[in-house]
């Protein structure tokens, strides 16, 4: 059964570009809920344990170093269908690829610096929201 909530992070291309607030907005106006958010940056340690399930990959490297080059802002969002709505919402992974509109193809560069994650799952969501938030409030 799909739950309601997916986990985020804005990547550290969209903070380094200001577009915190223009993607914050665009989650808003979509009908998200912010249930938990952290401005921090990860270790290279804690990027490559956060990303791991993609260990075998090879730009895995390259993601560890980019998702560790600079600040980024991690959120739990709350809306039914939130996993598969804000995959939707951000578009596909490569930005020249995402539909019209999309976060990615408003605000990203390339695949790497691709301005925001979202969950590929209900389960995935919860692990990942738990990397960032296990033991703080949820709102
Ligand atoms: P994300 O949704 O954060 O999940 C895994 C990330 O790996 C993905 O977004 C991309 O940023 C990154 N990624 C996927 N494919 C490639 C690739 N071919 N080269 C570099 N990074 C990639």
């Known amino acids: 059964m799909a739950t309601n909530r997916t986990f985020t992070m804005i990547k550290p291309d969209a903070v380094g570009n200001n577009y915190i607030g223009p ?17 921090t940056k990860l270790s290279v340690e804690s990027a490559g344990k956060f990303y791991e399930v993609h260990k075998a990959r090879p730009f895995y490297g390259e993601l560890v170093e980019y998702m560790s080059s600079g600040p980024i802002v991690a959120a ?33 560069k390339s695949i790497a610096a691709n301005a925001v994650h979202g969950s590929d ?10 990397y960032f938030f296990a033991g703080s409030e949820r709102f």
């Open 23 to 39: 993607i914050l907005a665009k989650i808003n106006e979509a009908g998200f809920r912010v249930v938990a958010m952290k401005y």
């Open 76 to 108: 739990i969002l709350e809306k039914d269908n939130a996993v598969s709505d804000f995959r939707k919402l951000i578009g596909a992974t490569d930005p020249s690829k995402a539909e019209p509109g999309t976060i990615r193809q408003l605000f990203a």
């Open 121 to 130: 799952s209900d389960e995935n969501a919860e692990i990942e929201g738990n």
